[in-house]
Each structure stands twice: as structure tokens, then as C-alpha cells.
């Protein structure tokens, strides 16, 4: 990974091959290729991450409440993949940030982590549409936490900021259920 990384750093992504990786790294292209996909994988993890992440989403203790689970699985994420690491993915988000590619990549990679945490929050008896907001709501305020841990040097972990987050979101959402849409977004005269 650090010899991908450099070489990205230095000629860009897409002039870099993976026999330049190889070569870097002292391995052969077999090699890479038994662990990484492409090149891409690199920056965005193992063939077996999946399989991984559902692994350690089923080590959840039983009896959590949805947000223990969700403060529980954003603390474990924060400590697994990113305390430590904050030079190494602002050179990371950097490339991703530079490269179409990656960007999409990233997408595809944020949309399974919508897929995968709402697959834990159903398989704790959460249904198919709550679960659903709940990952989508908990995925984006993890972006928006490592968006501004990234961009600062803040000592606040990357969960603190997400949780946050979370509970700006509800305390802005509380009482949307009984809010009311004004008569002239329904097609009615306003009294």
C-alpha cells in the first residue's frame, strides 16, 4: 500500500501500473494480484473486507439498543481504520479527491457500507425501511465526521464527530411528524 501510494502520489493514479507497485513494493505482479482486485483496491481495501465487516458487526453484545449498536459500530470502525492513520488518509482522500475513478470507487464503497450497516440494523429485528434510513443516516454522518477530522486537527475521535452529527440530524428532525406542509405546496389557497 505505501509503495502505491507514493507512486500515486508522485505521478498520479492513473500514469501509475501495477508493475510499478510491484516493483516498488519488491513483490511480484502475481503477488498483488492474489490480494487486490486492481489497483484501485489499494486505497479501498481487501477482496475479503465484506466478509470482514459482517464478521465483526455480528460480534455486536446482544441486547443493545439501536443507538448502543450504532455508537458501538462507529467506535469500533473509528478505532479498526482510522485513529492513527490521519496523515496517511489525508494523502489517501487527496488521491481520491484527484481521480474520476476513485471517485466513483468511493461511491460504490460508501453505498456498500449503506447496504452492510442496514443489513446489521435488520438482522436486529429493525425493519426493511428504518433500517435503511438508520445506515444511510449513520454511513453519511461517518463522511461528514472524517470529512472534518481530515480538515483539522481536532483531538475529537472520528465516532464523537459522527455521533454528533447524529444528534444535530435528530434534534433537527424532532417534530416532523406532526409538522405540516404549507397549504400552497399542496395546491390549496393559504388561509
Keep these: 500500500m505505501s509503495a502505491a501510494v507514493e507512486l500515486f502520489s508522485e505521478q498520479g493514479f492513473a500514469a501509475t501500473t501495477v508493475p510499478q507497485i510491484t516493483e516498488r513494493a519488491g513483490l511480484t505482479t502475481r503477488t498483488f494480484f492474489r490480494h487486490f482486485a486492481d489497483k484501485r483496491e489499494v486505497l479501498f481495501g481487501h477482496e475479503d473486507a465484506p466478509a470482514q465487516a459482517r464478521a465483526v458487526l455480528a460480534q455486536a453484545p446482544p441486547g443493545m439498543s439501536t443507538p448502543e449498536f450504532i455508537a458501538w459500530g462507529l467506535r469500533l470502525m473509528a478505532r479498526e481504520r482510522f485513529d492513527g492513520h490521519r496523515d496517511e488518509l489525508r494523502v489517501i482522500q487527496a488521491l481520491i479527491d484527484s481521480d474520476e475513478s476513485l471517485q466513483e470507487r468511493s461511491l460504490r464503497k460508501r453505498e456498500f457500507l449503506n447496504s452492510l450497516v442496514g443489513e446489521a440494523l435488520r438482522s436486529r429485528g429493525l425493519g426493511k425501511q428504518q433500517a435503511r434510513l438508520l445506515a444511510e443516516a449513520t454511513v453519511s454522518a461517518l463522511y461528514v465526521a472524517l470529512d472534518q477530522w481530515l480538515n483539522s486537527d481536532t483531538d475529537v475521535s472520528i465516532d ?12 433537527d428532525l424532532d417534530g416532523i411528524g406532526t409538522a405540516q406542509r404549507p397549504a400552497a405546496e399542496l395546491g390549496r389557497p393559504s388561509p
Design 160 to 171: 464523537a464527530l459522527a455521533l454528533t452529527a447524529l444528534a444535530g440530524l435528530h434534534a
